[in-house]
């Protein structure tokens, strides 16, 4: 279960674009079990921002 704040979909590229809900279900998507999670959702969101968070960015994982 990954539970998050607004400021995650919310968060835009260089381009003004934000990264939206449907690009966060590819960046899951793209995280292998075998990885520490939320260390490889935040590192793919902060590369699509360029490390630009103009909100509060908060991400909860919770696994079995």
Do not use: M, W, Y
């Not at 934000?18 to 490889?40: C, F, H, Y």
Request: with cysteine.
């Amino acid at each position: 279960i990954l539970l998050f704040t607004d400021g995650v979909t919310d968060s835009r590229n260089t381009n003004g674009e934000a990264l939206g809900i449907e690009t966060l279900k590819t960046i899951l998507k793209n995280v292998d079990e075998k990885e520490e999670p939320l260390q490889r959702i935040f590192k793919l969101i902060s590369d699509f921002t360029a490390e630009h968070f103009e909100d509060d960015t908060s991400l909860i994982c919770i696994q079995k």
